[in-house]
Nanobody
Framework: QVEFVESGGGLVQPGGSLRLSCVVSGRPRYFMAWYRQTPGKERERVAS????????WYAESAKGRFTISRDNSKATVYLRMDNLKPEDTAVYYC?????????WGEGTQVTVSS
């Protein structure tokens, strides 16, 4: 059961930018979030947004650099990432918050390296 399809990752140099996209299938989701995971670590939430996009939350590590947005007409959630750092390297996923669906997408790999 595919509910979330992430894309937009890639290899970028430190200081670079990426915009991730997440297409959401099925019913409308009120609260959506972006999560990331590195090998050996638990998945962590980096940003979340309500349906209107006027209430957002960011992890401390993302504040001032990441921007979550959504286009509900396209059932798509975005994560704009600027001034990327090597420690941002991870697989990025989108899902609901605070109760994520059991059906996670495949994620999109972000690698920040010179």
């Amino acid at each position: 059961q595919v509910e979330f399809v992430e894309s937009g990752g890639g290899l970028v140099q430190p200081g670079g930018s990426l915009r991730l996209s997440c297409v959401v299938s099925g019913r409308p989701r009120y609260f959506m979030a972006w999560y990331r995971q590195t090998p050996g670590k638990e998945r962590e939430r980096v940003a979340s947004s309500n349906y209107a996009g006027d209430s957002t939350w960011y992890a401390e590590s993302a504040k001032g650099r990441f921007t979550i947005s959504r286009d509900n007409s396209k059932a798509t959630v975005y994560l704009r990432m600027d001034n990327l750092k090597p420690e941002d390297t991870a697989v990025y996923y989108c899902n609901e918050f605070p109760d994520p669906s059991d059906y996670w997408g495949e994620g999109t790999q972000v690698t920040v390296s010179s």
